[in-house]
């Protein structure tokens, strides 16, 4: 019977303290950030090491070997590559090795991208590797494609028709060296004769 | 106690029809207000800051929620008995809507001053029992009917202690007459029946235990009857989806969820007029007294209740079944025959 | 032409007919404990038809609490008694049921 | 204005009534049961008895109905929503249709028959104040061994229904 009222009176009492701990919370500063307007990722420049976000490829240190395009499990992004002719000079990538391919066309498609981040750790050269930034969105799917190489359509005819013409040039100094060879062998035959 | 209807129009079909629609208008902003402090002291008492796209930090939340009810397609389960299914929003409506009749809303404004206006708002709440079940049935769902049975099983029980708070007021007021009960307790504070009515003498501090345990009984049997937080067994998410109204949608969800809200501030109306003196003022009959500020007083006590509702349900857990029943039967019940019996006694030695 | 006494009691009759006929057809115990709180109604109405044409004397009224009384009481019992028959026949087909015990 | 609210109640009665007896679904049948003692509540009203009206509320559709309900959905099916409760017979169909009939015409027959309805009075003044307080005197003193046996058999049955429905396990 004590038992009865007591647990009748301990209960109303644990009532009143819980209400008195939401009413404290009622007047408490509040914790939420609103997002757009206060961004602490941004504001603050805090974001971990580790977090995927958003791609970017730093298309100076590329090489086009194509080994994100083909390690990508989703098949987001897309290399075409054109090769450098001599004519070009000593050009290299940042890390130093020697360029031998123009990237031409460099495009993540980051309404495909499941930030699995495999063509990061494929990538030779590092040229790939993830942002702190990661909250995009577009009007139109096409907006979410990102193309990275900034050369103009004309450059890039140029490299092509570099390349073109510095293929015309190889198969003609080809065909000249193996006139050359032929002849000196035909020549060097006579000679053994 | 007239009725200022009445007194401006005379006694006649457009004055009755004018007053019947005085409680529905002040249903509809009332809702809004509730389901806004609903989610901001909600939002609040956690620690968020709840809504604040619509419109300004969020006040005009519960119109977009409106809209967004009324576009909603009307769904109809297939299997659903169609005729019952769509009566029983109605139903439970018009249950906490006739409520509404009987309570006063100032010295001059009550729309039915009948002379029983306590035992109708006991009597119409079984309404909303009756719509609950038929809803529940109707949308042939396991979890609807689950909700339905629990919901039945809890407003009965808690009717009873309910019940025996309304007589103990009646035997102090000797009425069942609202604004009788109100008239009894107004002048100074100390008449309210919280405070030990209106008897003056020693005899008063005797009276004020039993009132004060009186009123805690009916808080918490309010709750109950409203399926209220912590006892909202009858639509408890984690439990049976949503109860009762599981199968509803659009407006008709929008009925339940006024009919909520509706009982909401009938309980607490009803917890201000029995105890603390309805539409008087609590400075006594010399200070912001009167018909205008009589509403003023009545409204902002009952939203006071409403928010220690919208308080409740954000700091206590959902009772389970058994718990539920325990309190209602072997806590709630006898504490407040006994407390009945001492106060029958009191009032007869008095 | 006013609502008089006879209204009432046309009223009164045209339920207790209904009720009787649910009483006597149906199979179901239940319905036919409906029928039986129809035919309670019709009476009250009766009662109170007479205590307000009657000249105001509350008799009536008086004996329709108690027909009130009457019902609630005879509700819960039936009830009882109708789960109980469904708990050992496992179905409340009054026509079927004609056993004391079994 | 007064007419009017008689013949639409008592034809909500009569309607749901007329449900109740005849639907084939034993649901409806409790929930046509609501509309009736509904109607049957504001018939009491136009015949000013306010306090029985309101009891008529509270006992009837807040009482006995969920009681009702309680007892179909305890005893039938009620998972599927084709609830089929049929009738004892055709037979007994027609012949509780005969006898019914006569029974209403019968008493209407006698509503316009007998004597006493001459004796009413057509106009009677309504009594401006609540039935509530005559009607407590007249059960705490004319009434009181009636109300005071109402009580016990109330105990009785709350007792009673409790032991009866008792499952019987052991």
Redesign the interface.
């Known amino acids: 019977m004590v038992k009865y009222f007591k647990d009748i009176l301990l209960g109303f009492w644990t009532i009143m303290v819980g209400m008195k701990i939401t009413m404290d919370h009622l007047f408490q500063k509040k914790v939420t950030m609103q997002y757009p307007e206060r961004f602490d990722p941004i504001d603050t420049g805090f974001m971990p090491d580790n977090s995927r976000n958003k791609l970017f490829v730093d298309i100076d240190d590329c090489n086009g070997c194509g080994g994100c395009e083909r390690d990508c499990p989703v098949n987001c992004i897309t290399v075409e590559t054109v090769k450098t002719v001599p004519s070009d000079g000593p050009i290299t990538i940042k890390s130093g090795a020697k360029r031998t391919l123009w990237v031409l066309k460099h495009e993540i498609d980051y309404s495909k991208c499941c930030f699995c981040s495999l063509c990061v750790e494929s990538c030779a050269t590092s040229a790939i590797f993830h942002t702190k930034e990661f909250d995009y969105s577009g009007y139109d799917r096409n907006e979410l494609k990102h193309d990275f190489v900034s050369y103009s359509d004309e450059e890039k005819q140029k490299k092509l028709d570099n390349f073109v013409a510095y293929q015309i040039v190889k198969k003609q100094e080809d065909a000249a060296k193996k006139a050359a060879d032929e002849a000196a062998k035909a020549a060097a035959a006579q000679i053994t004769k | 106690m007239g009725n200022f209807v009445f007194d401006l129009i005379g006694k006649n079909i457009v004055a009755a029809l004018v007053i019947c629609i005085i409680p529905l208008v002040f249903i509809l902003p009332y809702a809004l207000i509730a389901i806004l402090g609903e989610l901001k002291i909600g939002a609040w008492m956690q620690d968020r800051v709840g809504p604040m796209r619509t419109g300004w930090k969020g006040v005009l939340q519960p119109v977009a929620e409106v809209v967004k009810l009324l576009q909603k397609e009307d769904i109809t389960p297939t299997i659903a008995n169609k005729p019952l299914f769509n009566l029983a929003p109605f139903i439970v409506f018009i249950g906490a809507f006739a409520a509404f009749a009987v309570l006063p809303f100032s010295e001059k404004f009550i729309p039915s001053g009948i002379n029983l206006g306590l035992f109708f708002v006991f009597a119409v709440g079984s309404f909303a029992v009756i719509g609950i079940v038929m809803g529940g049935w109707a949308s042939n769902n396991k979890y609807s009917l689950l909700g339905a049975m629990r919901s039945v099983a809890q407003i009965i029980s808690y009717e009873l202690p309910a019940g025996m708070v309304f007589l103990s007021i009646a035997t102090i007021a000797g009425t069942l007459d609202m604004q009788t009960i109100i008239l009894n307790q107004s002048g100074p504070i100390w008449n309210w029946y919280i405070f030990g009515g209106p008897q003056g003498g020693a005899i008063k501090f005797l009276f004020i235990p039993f009132f004060v345990i009186l009123f805690i009984v009916y808080l918490i049997s309010s709750l109950a009857e409203t399926n209220r937080t912590p006892f909202d067994i009858p639509e408890g998410e984690s439990e049976i989806v949503a109860g009762y109204h599981t199968e509803y949608s659009g407006m008709k969800f929008a009925m339940f969820f006024m009919a909520e809200y509706a009982n909401m501030y009938v309980v607490s109306a009803i917890i201000v007029i029995l105890f603390l003196g309805g539409w008087s003022s609590p400075f006594g009959t010399s200070f912001m007294d009167g018909p205008i500020w009589g509403i003023f007083w009545m409204v902002g006590k009952a939203f006071f209740f409403v928010f220690v509702q919208i308080w409740l349900r954000w700091t206590l857990p959902r009772l389970r079944v058994d718990q539920l029943m325990y309190l209602g039967w072997k806590v709630l019940l006898p504490l407040s025959i006994a407390c009945f019996m001492a106060i029958a006694f009191l009032a007869m030695i008095n | 032409?006013?609502?008089?006494?006879?209204?009432?009691?046309?009223?009164?009759?045209?339920?207790?007919?209904?009720?009787?006929?649910?009483v006597?057809?149906?199979?179901?115990a239940?319905?036919v404990?409906?029928?039986l709180?129809?035919i309670l109604?019709s009476a009250?109405?009766n009662f109170?038809?007479f205590?307000?044409?009657?000249?105001?004397n509350?008799?009536g009224?008086?004996a329709?609490?108690?027909v009130?009384?009457?019902?609630?009481?005879e509700?819960?019992?039936a009830?009882?008694?109708?789960?109980?028959i469904?708990?050992n026949y496992k179905h409340?087909r009054i026509?079927e049921i004609n056993k004391l015990k079994e | 204005m007064l007419e009017a609210l008689f013949y639409i109640f008592a034809a909500m009665i009569i309607g749901s009534a007329a449900v109740t007896a005849f639907t084939k679904n034993i649901l409806y049948a409790a929930f046509a049961l609501l509309f009736t003692f509904f109607g049957v509540a504001a018939i009491y009203v136009l015949l000013s008895a306010d306090f029985l009206a309101i009891s008529q509320i509270m006992i009837y559709i807040g009482g006995i109905l969920v009681l009702i309900i309680f007892g179909v959905m305890l005893t039938t099916n009620v998972s599927i929503v084709d609830i089929k409760e049929g009738f004892t017979g055709k037979t007994s169909f027609i012949i509780a249709g005969i006898f019914s009939a006569i029974t209403c015409i019968f008493f209407i027959y006698l509503a316009f028959k007998m004597p006493f309805i001459n004796h009413a009075p057509k106009d009677v003044k309504l009594p401006n104040d609540s039935t509530i307080k005559p009607l407590g005197k007249l059960l705490m003193t004319n009434y009181l061994l009636a109300f005071e046996v109402a009580s016990v058999v109330l105990l009785i049955a709350i007792i009673g229904a409790a032991m009866i429905a008792r499952r019987h396990d052991d």
């Not at chain 3, 609502?3 to 209904?18: E, V």
């Not at chain 3, 006597?24 to 179901?28: A, C, D, Q, V, Y």
């Not at chain 3, 009130?68 to 009481?73: C, M």
């Open positions: 032409m006013g609502i008089g006494l006879t209204h009432y009691l046309i009223l009164s009759g045209i339920l207790f007919a209904i009720g009787l006929f649910a006597i057809t149906r199979r179901n239940i319905m404990l409906m029928g709180e129809l109604n009250n109405i109170i038809a205590s307000r044409f009657g000249g105001i509350l008799d009224q008086v329709a609490i108690f009130i009384v009457l019902a609630v009481t509700a819960a019992i009830l009882a008694i109708i789960l109980n469904y708990q409340i026509d």
